[in-house]
Every structure is written in C-alpha cells, then in structure tokens.
C-alpha cells in the first residue's frame, strides 16, 4: 500500500513539473494568442466548414425522404396498378422528367405556347401512369400521377440543393453557402409538405388546396351537372333567386383542370351577361394569421402558372365583369397535405360570404358566376 | 413512418474525440492531484477548469455522432364523417382508401337503416402554442 502511494506521488509530480505555475500562465497565453490568430484567419474558413456540416445534414435528410417518397409512389402503383413488370425503371425515368418553358423574348402569344406546353406535358404524364398502372382507373390514374408528381418535386428539391452544396464545397465560395444555409430551413419545410402530399395522393385523401373545390361541391350537391371544359363540371343552382353557374374540377380524382376555359365559355355562352363572377380557393396565409380565415377581395383568384388567370381576365375585360374573389387562408404545409378541420370548416362560412356578396352586389334573376378552384383530390360533387 | 439512420463520421474525427477525452481526464487528475500534493489551489482550479472544458467538447462532439436524424412521413389521422341524408345521423371513423367527399356508401344508418353519406373528411390538428 505504501509503494504504491509513493509511485502515485511520484507520477504526479514528475506530471506537474513541466506545467509549474508560471509555465501554466505562459500556455494560457499562448493559447489566447493562437486562439486571436486562427481566428483573423481562419474565422470565415472556420464558419464556412460549419455551415458547410449544417447543410450536409440538410441534405442527407432531403436524400431520405426523397427516397422514401419514390418507395412510396413505387408502391402505390403496385397496390392500385397491377404492373406485370416492376415500374421502379419507368418511375425513375418519371424522375427526371423536365418541361421548357416558352422563349418570353417575343411576349406575343406566350400563354397560348405555355398552355400547349402545359397540355402536352399533362397528356404525357398521364400516358406515362396508365402504362405504369394498367389496372387503375381515371380517377386513381389522377391521384397517381398526383403523386409522382409530388415525388418528383421532392427529387428536383433535392438534386437542386445538392447541385449548390457541391459548388460550394467546390469553390468554397462563402456567399453560397451562406445563401444555402439560410434558404435550407424554407426549403425543409416545403419538402417535409410534399412528403406528407405524397401520402394524401396516393391514399385518394382532399387536401388543403381543395377548399375551393369543397366550396363549390357543397354548393352545387344535389343538382343536375354538365360538363363544360376539360375536366370541369359545373351545374345551375338558383340561390338567393339568381341564377348560379357552379364549377369545379371533376373529382374525386386528383385534378385541378382549365377552371379558367370554363368560366370564360360561360360568360360566352350568356352573351358577357353575367352580374358577377365569385372566384373561391386557398390562399397561403401570413405567419401570425389563422388556417381557415376567410377574406374577401377582388381579381382573378387562381393560381399555377396564370394561363388560366389571363382567359378570365381577357374574357372580364371584353365584357367588363366584375369579379370577387374569396380566399380561404393556410399555409404551405396545409395546402398539400390532407385537409385540416379548420379548412373544412372554413367552407361554410365561405358559403355565407358568397350568399351575403350576391344579395349585396347583384339583383334578382341576375346570372352570376361561381367558380371553386384547386386541387380536387378525394372531393366528389 | 418513420425512418432513422446514423451520420457517417470519420476515424480522424473520432481519434480527436478521443485525443480530446483522454487530455481533460490528465486534466482533471491533475487538479486533484496539485490539491492533495502541493496545496495548490488556484492552480488546481485552472486545471479542473480545462478538464471541464475539454470533457464537455468532447462529450458534446461524440452526443454529434452518435445523434441519429429523423425523417417522418407519418400517415397523418385522417376521419371520415358519414351522415344519414334520413335522420341526420352522424357517424366518425377512420379514413379508408376510395373514401371521398359526397361519396354515398353502403354503410348503414344505425337509426334509419338507410345508406350513409360521406359529409367530411379531415384532419384534426392539435396547435403547439
């Protein structure tokens, strides 16, 4: 016992010889002084290499739930489709796909060219999930091609996020891994919303950007529907004793439509006669605002790329219509994922504004116009 | 679903780890040692303080590794409310696929024994305040 008390002290002191006291102040300053130095320059490295490792953890998370969102889509159209061979191949070319967009240089006729470009690219989409799930119907190849649409957001997400990570790492250019890392938490969130997007259209589920569309269902159940432009059904409700053009999208499948050809057939067919147009659909909300609030407004409320916008604006123009527009209010996440009882909700109240805008803004036996627009998933009429 | 996996680290990472854990425990031994040989106090501090320091990194760094990242695609609860047309009977479930709003189901009125409608299907959201 007592040799090894003497050997523990002998340790001790040959370990505190060299760090006597004045030669511990002397490391400490030394210390401080390397500290000031790498700081001048290497600081900006320093911070580089930790947004740098911020980033990288974005990245590998966006990496999983893109995988996880193909595995996903690749599922459902074994479930629904019966493919007789695998479609992980077709699904992976589905992936890549990617649209130009219309030389602007030349302004004339743009929307026209868009239009077709969007035509062309819809009709594809859909050929492609056909051949993909033979065995689905209309309305399930809708929410297919629904949702291999949200797995491919989440693919372009992820390989657009990676492209300037490694330019970064590449150029170790500090001002674009700054840029990066502060859009990243933005970014997170937009692909965690379409995660949860991919498993509302695969299961057939309405979601947020419905509202418009559950507005309009609510409002036109129970009458005779017709069909007026690609994929648009609209039906004649006498309310408040005018005369109600209804329209939506054809649900429940997974449709958005050419809201914007119908109402102006509409207006065409009653000779511009129409007293008002009442436009109703999802809006992202401010952060601080409530998910379901309902606001009243004027102009065209429909949203995508604005080619269905400009017929109605033309159309409104030619005829001088006035237009109101009804938003029901929801943010990003809300907007694509299923539905929230506040949104649900919020249709009644909708239906209250639309009542209450007809008594006030028209007379009776006037036409009026009453379109809901947005994403018709798992919403019938 | 939800999904967890481990980040890759690299050795040299590691044995910095490592290096860094070994220097605070000399550290910390040294202060106790510079109390119970010398008497030392302000010098026995200094060192408890870098031990301190240095267990703490490290510790921290090693809680970097070992953190495991999450991703959740969770199917989120989603109800179905049916209602008798009849006798306004309202029924909640859970959501089953090729459910959708206005769809009339053969699902029976407990009531009135007529066909069910679907009224509503959503999400309930609990708010984090």
């Not at chain 1, 090894?4 to 006291?21: D, E, I, W, Y």
């Not at chain 1, 372009?156 to 890392?181: A, C, D, F, N, P």
């Not at chain 1, 994929?231 to 329209?247: K, M, N, Q, S």
């Not at chain 2, 407990?110 to 409608?117: A, G, H, R, S, T």
Request: glycine share 6%; net charge neutral.
């Amino acid at each position: 016992m007592m040799v090894s008390s003497s050997a523990l002290t002998s340790l001790c002191v040959k370990l505190n010889q060299p760090f006597g006291g004045d030669t511990l102040s002397w490391i400490f300053t030394l210390l401080i002084y390397i500290f000031f130095a790498i700081s001048i320059f290497y600081g900006q490295r320093i911070q580089l290499y930790v947004w740098l490792r911020e980033v990288e953890g974005s990245l590998y998370k966006l990496k999983r739930i893109r995988d996880e969102g193909k595995k996903i889509a690749i599922e459902t159209i074994r479930d629904i489709g019966k493919p007789v061979d695998d479609p992980t191949e077709r699904v992976d070319r589905f992936l890549e796909y990617f649209t130009i967009q219309p030389v602007s240089m030349d302004p004339a006729r743009v929307v026209w060219k868009l239009e077709h470009i969007l035509d062309v690219r819809d009709n594809r989409f859909k050929d492609e999930v056909r051949l993909m799930a033979p065995a689905a119907d209309e309305t399930q190849v809708n929410n297919l091609e629904n949702t291999l649409e949200a797995a491919l957001a989440l693919n372009m997400i992820y390989k657009i996020i990676r492209h300037y990570y490694l330019l970064g790492k590449k150029t170790l250019s500090l001002y674009v891994i700054m840029q990066l890392q502060m859009i990243m938490p933005m970014v997170m969130r937009e692909a965690e919303a379409y995660a949860s997007a991919l498993k509302a259209f695969a299961y057939g589920q309405p979601i947020g950007d419905g509202a418009g569309a559950l507005v309009a269902a609510k409002l036109m159940r129970g009458y005779q529907k017709r069909k007026i432009a690609k994929d648009v059904v609209v039906a004649t409700v006498p309310i408040e004793g005018r005369t109600a053009y209804v329209l939506k999208a054809e649900g429940p499948g997974g449709n958005v439509a050419k809201p914007g050809e119908a109402i102006k057939q509409l207006i065409e067919e009653n000779d511009g006669e129409v007293a008002s147009i009442i436009i109703i659909d999802a809006a992202l909300k401010l952060e601080g605002e409530k998910t379901g609030e309902v606001a009243e407004g004027i102009g065209v409320a429909i949203g995508g790329p604005g080619v269905e916008q400009y017929k109605v604006e033309e159309s409104l123009l030619q005829y001088k219509v006035p237009v109101n527009a009804i938003v029901i209010k929801e943010d990003i996440a809300d907007a694509v994922s299923p539905m929230r009882k506040e949104v649900f909700e919020a249709a009644e109240n909708a239906i209250n504004r639309i009542k209450r805008l007809i008594k006030e803004r028209t007379k009776e036996g006037d036409t009026v116009i009453i379109a809901g627009i947005g994403n018709t998933i798992g919403i019938g009429q | 679903m939800e999904m967890s996996s481990q980040v890759k680290i690299s050795t040299a990472f590691l044995v910095v780890i490592f290096l860094t854990l070994i220097l605070s425990f000399v550290a910390i031994y040294l202060s106790i040692s510079t109390v119970i040989f010398e008497g030392e106090y302000t010098e026995a501090l200094w060192w408890l303080l870098i031990g301190f320091m240095g267990l703490s990194i490290a510790t921290y760094m090693l809680y970097q590794t070992r953190r495991r990242i999450r991703i959740s695609i969770r199917p989120q609860p989603v109800m179905t409310m049916l209602i008798c047309e009849k006798c306004g009977f309202k029924n909640l479930r859970e959501f089953k696929r090729g459910d959708y709003v206005f769809k009339e189901t053969d699902e029976k009125c407990p009531k009135c024994n007529e066909n069910m409608y679907i009224a509503a299907i959503y999400r309930e959201v609990k708010e984090k305040v």
